[in-house]
């Protein structure tokens, strides 16, 4: 393994004993491995995720290659008494590490699929994109999420809530097969319905705390190409167009998943001319079908308002990735969410006046996905994954800059205020702020019988509490 110089100069008293203690661990890792300590080259690179209002300050971080990495680190964490985090491809919202040791995987990339089984088997640090790319060249398809860059594992702990393929598949949790994972007594173990049942339960939708992960292996679907895209409308259309959305959802097939949202689009070069700095109301539509079928489910939408620009129709799932655009660079992200349990006229109303026209921050994102389908059937093997019978997500994202938080936070909490009456007062895990990493908040995406079972799990499994509870 590798190390980078290290400037003790620089070192606090308990950095300078984590350094000494690293120096142990270094030998016992392997050579694709790499311990940095705060001061060296590596260690912030390690750091950044894709928000970068998460501040991770750990007094470690280990880079690991192989399980086995996994498996010495979180031994060498019992040892010397270290709280371990984990990290994979940051692009989850985390909650910030202080001081304690943090295992970095994505380094830990394989996948491969099984095109006779119709399986994946993925590594702790691949993203979407990766498996998307590895599963089309045997026709064969994914529940992956709107970005292709989101890791696979996190996503997937979290329940991996698929605007593409969840209406008619589930959500990635419901298909996983098996997980490797490392426990908090240094043991790697492959996890089934089948050998741990209860543990398979937790781990899938439960999010982390139990373990750290280092593979999955879950279920494919034949497909190769969809009826898909973006439309987008003029701003000053959004309550036609949300409530003509509102709408058409109720009457859509399984195999049309939608999501809607109005945003601010920012002014560079990188936006299309026609939406640069505009409002726009941006519909983003997944049919499972023929382009002839998809076509006359989406008529009605496509006739709500006057399209700025129409991008839906026939396109190989590999490019997935253009329904919904999400941005890849990293920013300073400031995010709320809610499931509701219904969505009638006076809630678009409610939405739309607070929202939108009387807005007093500018617009970033105010999305509305609908759910529903087989996101409200239990799966074959039971999981954590709660709140099925919601049959919409709200979604609330901003970038602000530090200076602004405040007033874009106040916004969030107006808009969730507004809808309240029509809330679950629950949300999914995936979609906690990287505030929410205190167990009072992590309730909030469990029902209370589903929640003592997890913390029941974690106390067996962690019983000294080793391991963040999210990361």
Not at 143 to 159: E, H, I, R
Not at 179 to 188: K, Q
Not at 291 to 320: F, K, N, S, W
């Amino acid at each position: 393994m590798t190390t980078s110089s290290t400037h003790l100069t620089t070192l606090t008293p308990d950095e300078t004993a984590a350094a000494a203690a690293a120096t142990i661990l270094a030998g016992r890792l392997s050579e694709g491995a790499a311990v940095h300590l705060p001061g060296e080259d590596g260690h912030s690179a390690a750091l950044v995720g894709y928000n970068l209002t998460v501040r991770h300050r750990p007094l470690v971080v280990v880079a690991t290659a192989t399980p086995e990495d996994v498996a010495e680190t979180v031994r060498f964490a019992t040892e010397h008494r270290l709280r371990v985090a984990v990290r994979s491809t940051g692009h989850g919202p985390g909650t910030a590490t202080e001081g304690g040791l943090l295992i970095n995987t994505e380094r830990m990339t394989e996948v491969t699929v099984d095109p006779a089984s119709w399986t994946a088997r993925v590594g702790a640090g691949a993203r979407w994109q990766q498996v998307i790319d590895a599963a089309a060249r045997h026709g064969l398809a994914a529940a992956n999420g709107s970005s292709p860059t989101v890791g696979v594992v996190g996503y997937t702990l979290g329940g991996g809530l698929s605007p593409i393929l969840g209406r008619t598949r589930g959500y990635a949790a419901d298909n996983v097969i098996s997980i490797d994972l490392v426990t908090a007594d240094g043991v790697a173990r492959t996890v089934t319905a089948a050998s741990d049942p209860e543990l398979f339960w937790g781990l899938r939708g439960g999010k982390s705390g139990f373990g750290v992960i280092t593979a999955i292996e879950f279920r494919l679907f034949p497909l190769s190409h969809l009826y898909g895209g973006a439309i987008f409308f003029d701003g000053e259309h959004a309550g036609a167009v949300l409530h003509a959305w509102r709408d058409w959802v109720e009457g859509t097939p399984d195999e049309l998943s939608s999501s809607i949202a109005v945003l601010r689009m920012p002014p560079i070069a990188a936006v299309p001319e026609p939406l640069r700095g505009r409002l726009v109301v941006h519909v983003r539509v997944a049919y499972l079908g023929s382009a002839d079928d998809g076509a006359r489910h989406v008529a009605p939408i496509r006739a709500a308002a006057p399209a700025i620009i129409d991008a839906v129709g026939e396109m190989p799932y590999t490019a997935v990735a253009a329904i919904h655009s999400d941005p890849v660079d990293p920013m300073p992200v400031y995010e709320r969410s809610a499931l509701l349990r219904d969505l009638p006229a006076e809630a678009v109303d409610r939405l739309v006046d607070v929202a939108v026209e009387n807005a007093d921050v500018p617009v970033t994102l105010v999305e509305l996905r609908h759910l529903a389908g087989a996101l409200r059937r239990p799966p074959r093997e039971p999981n954590a994954v709660a709140n099925r019978d919601a049959p919409f997500l709200l979604f609330l994202a901003s970038v602000a800059a530090a200076d602004e938080a405040a007033a874009h936070t106040a916004f969030h909490e107006r808009v969730l205020s507004e809808l309240g009456a029509w809330t679950t007062g629950r949300t999914f895990a995936n979609f906690l702020t990287p505030g929410d990493g205190r167990a009072e908040h992590l309730a909030t995406a469990y029902p209370a019988d589903v929640h003592a079972r997890l913390v029941a799990l974690k106390r067996h499994w962690d019983p000294d509490g080793r391991f963040a509870d999210r990361s």
